[in-house]
């Protein structure tokens, strides 16, 4: 069982940054693949980004690619998204999930709002 946290959301404005958290619970957190996926307003939940268990490689949407970059550090649990040169269409609830799967993503956290003002 995995239970995740995220933090770091809020409003910034067009051109701005953010970084994202997830902290997990657990001592496996270093098994899982972990990604990172949003669901903006009236639309269904989609993939932006994921991370192997080492953290040695990484995937992401064409939509943010360039700009979003996703990391992790074992010794704390935690994985990240830094997001940067934030647009309007980035506004969404960001969650975070675990899975031992790159492709299956067993647990989630309760989301983040990401707000960008044009």
């Known amino acids: 069982q995995v239970q995740l946290v995220e933090s770091g959301g809020g409003l910034v404005q067009a051109g701005g940054s953010l970084r994202l958290s997830c902290a997990a619970s657990?001592?496996?957190?270093?098994?899982?693949?972990m990604a990172w996926f949003r669901q903006p307003p009236g639309k269904e939940r989609e993939f932006v980004a994921t991370?192997?268990?080492?953290?040695?490689?990484?995937y992401y949407a064409d939509s943010v690619k360039g700009r979003f970059t996703i990391s992790r550090d074992n010794a704390k649990n935690t994985v990240y998204l830094q997001m940067n040169s934030l647009k309007p269409e980035d506004t969404a609830v960001y969650y975070c999930?675990?899975?031992?799967?790159?492709?299956?993503?067993?647990?989630w956290g309760q989301g983040t709002q990401v707000t960008v003002s044009s």
């Open positions: 991370i192997n268990s080492s953290g040695g490689s990484t």
């Open positions: 999930g675990a899975g031992k799967t790159v492709v299956t993503f067993d647990y």
């Open positions: 657990g001592r496996t957190f270093s098994t899982y693949f």
